[in-house]
């Protein structure tokens, strides 16, 4: 008589929309932005997959206020990615990046305040073309990009609270960076989010963003940016200690990659009107083979 072992049995539906979900994440990341895509990679697949869904849903905020065909329905289709923001909370989903960002805020706990953030960052750029001092500028940060960073650490895992604010401060220094090389194009659309106080104590106007002046005075404004974004930095990498190894590879990649961004930028003598400054394909590939080798060896550490 043949002993009949029963066959074990396949995933779920549910799991298979759930893994479908984070490949279309992942989709997204990779697609919108390569250097995030590869900076994940250190990470184990299930944390890789969470920030996969969280930057997928930033994508989601970011191509509503910043797709010009759509400028006329932003409001409305914010307001509307708000319910659905809510919803998705509730455990009540539809569509992919709402099945991955539920999944991952029921494994690593997290907090809706912070996906709000990203939303409320995303609606200032609706309502406010400039920003009078610093004080405002930073609360844009925070919500823009320190709020997507607090996602991460949470998927990471911390124990000590000091952790939460070297995220936050590294989160502004990459976000003061975005805004240095993206300059030229923010201008065209009408946000001028250099600090009008500090336009004024440069004697450099918005008439002369809109020429793509490179002198004297805009030189001196965006030294006194980039050093701002090292103050910045220098904070936000005293984190990597707070992190486990392969958490700490992904932030330092990160880190890495917007420091040669800066650096490039000062190296340019600040001229991000005549093209935008990025890494070579050289460069990401070296980043790449970097991280693929850093990330194996510590999975057999």
């Not at 659905?84 to 690593?108: C, F, I, M, N």
Request: glycine letters at 4%; proline letters at 3%; aromatic letters at 10%.
């Amino acid at each position: 008589m043949t002993l009949q072992v029963p066959a074990s049995p396949g995933p779920t539906r549910a799991a298979l929309d759930t893994r479908m979900a984070y490949d279309i994440c992942a989709k997204i990341t990779r697609a919108a932005s390569t250097n995030f895509y590869y900076g994940f990679q250190a990470l184990p697949r299930d944390k890789r997959n969470a920030i996969y869904a969280a930057y997928a849903f930033c994508r989601l905020c970011d191509d509503i206020v910043d797709e010009p065909s759509r400028k006329a329905t932003a409001a409305q289709e914010l307001a509307s990615l708000r319910l659905e923001l809510a919803a998705a909370h509730r455990g009540q989903v539809d569509g992919p990046v709402w099945t991955a960002l539920a999944d991952s805020q029921r494994k690593y706990g997290i907090r809706q305040e912070h996906l709000v953030d990203v939303v409320d960052g995303c609606e200032m750029d609706l309502t406010k073309a400039s920003y009078a001092n610093f004080t405002e500028l930073e609360g844009y940060c925070r919500r823009v990009a320190s709020a997507a960073g607090l996602v991460v650490l949470e998927v990471c895992g911390y124990t000590d609270e000091k952790a939460v604010q070297h995220a936050i401060d590294l989160g502004i220094a990459m976000q003061i960076t975005n805004i240095m090389r993206d300059l030229a194009e923010d201008t065209r659309n009408g946000r001028v989010y250099l600090p009008q106080d500090e336009l004024q104590r440069f004697g450099y106007s918005e008439a002369d963003l809109m020429r793509s002046i490179v002198d004297d005075r805009f030189r001196g404004l965006m030294k006194f940016q980039t050093d701002r974004a090292k103050m910045y930095f220098e904070s936000g990498e005293k984190l990597f200690p707070y992190l486990d190894r392969r958490s700490r590879t992904c932030a330092e990649t990160m880190a890495r990659v917007y420091r040669m961004l800066l650096s490039k930028i000062e190296s340019s003598g600040y001229d991000v009107f005549s093209r935008r400054v990025s890494l070579s394909k050289r460069e990401k590939l070296a980043l790449a083979a970097r991280l693929w080798l850093q990330s194996r060896l510590l999975a057999f550490a």
